[in-house]
């Protein structure tokens, strides 16, 4: 979300009289994250993000937009895509794909505990059940094709150490894609971090208010979610460590609404190196090569790693830890 594209008023105005959202007040760059270009917009009739995509097509756009539609109207707390007069969501704005989204009521929480953990561990769970009628299919373009397409890339880039861990855990995940294959799957967020959720309400009283970011969403397992998430929300950030008080919670919270099998039991310590793997490999190659933008801060890459390593050092299985 860092800022690739000047967007000027007269061009926010413009999309603004297109959606029939009123007089452009403010127009305020995002400087976090890294994948696309964001403002925050306000107008007479509220606040809105608007966002041009950098990366993402206008073919694999409106998979993210009508997954946000569908889940805003099964009652998911997510930002509502903003149609025009035809109904369309997506739109264009400085030569490049863009949407304007509701913005979310309330602010991270950084320092989650027990309490927000079941809360999105919950959410978590309803948001998937709600994606299972979903008729549009688009994969994780970030799983592990991509994965074995971009590690050879970023591999000159590290020390030997590093490489041969990296080499060592794709192959592992390589071994471990059949056994995942019939796991519980449908669309997924794939990158709700503690900064891609909010809450409101008096501290200690914090209550979900929504998601979103879904830009990297695609159709994969549910428990690579889970995981994505338990590796973030979970965790003691120094140290990439797993508190496990806050991951039993996690997972209880999430199975309230959608039991695990089996085998999605078996295979979370696996899909939680999985989780690790595809944020260090995306760190690594968003670090060393960079694309021009303003306000752009690129994510330390050495955090998953230390997370990937604590992940094969002590695996965790929610059941060991489940009252």
Partial sequence: MAVFTDVTPQEAQTLLDTLNL??????????????????????????FVLTLFERLSFEQLPFYLELMRHLARRGIPVPAPQPDAQDRI??????????????????HQLAPDQFHCEQVGAG??????????????????????????????????????????????????EQLAP???????????????????????????????????????????FLFDLCVCLNDWCIDLASGRLDEQRASAF???????????????????????AAALRFWISR???????????????HDPTHFERVLRERIARPWHALESLP
Wanted: hydrophobic share 40%.
């Fill in 22 to 47: 009123g007089t452009l007040q403010s127009l305020k760059g995002i400087s976090a994250g890294i994948e696309n270009t964001n403002y925050f917009l306000t107008s007479d009739k509220g606040e």
């Fill in 124 to 173: 978590l769970a309803r948001m998937h059940l709600a994606g299972t009628d979903f008729p549009m299919h688009q994969d994780n373009l970030r799983g592990l094709p991509w994965w074995r397409e971009t590690v050879p890339v970023v591999l000159p880039y590290l020390s030997s150490e590093q490489a041969t861990l990296l080499k060592d855990e794709l192959a592992f995940q």
């Fill in 90 to 107: 997506l739109h264009t704005l400085a030569g490049k794909p863009a949407a304007v989204v509701e913005k979310l009521r309330g602010s």
């Fill in 251 to 273: 997972v209880s919270a999430y199975e309230t609404v959608r039991p695990l099998t089996g085998a999605e039991h078996r295979l979370l310590p696996g899909l939680l190196r």
């Fill in 284 to 298: 690594l190659w968003d670090f060393h090569l960079p694309r021009e933008a303003s306000l752009l801060k690129p």
């Fill in 179 to 221: 056994g995942t294959a019939q796991l519980p799957r449908g669309p997924v967020h794939a990158d709700l971090f503690r900064d891609n959720v909010m809450f409101e309400g008096l501290p200690g009283r914090e209550r979900l208010s929504g998601f979103f970011d879904f830009y990297f969403a695609g159709v994969d397992t």
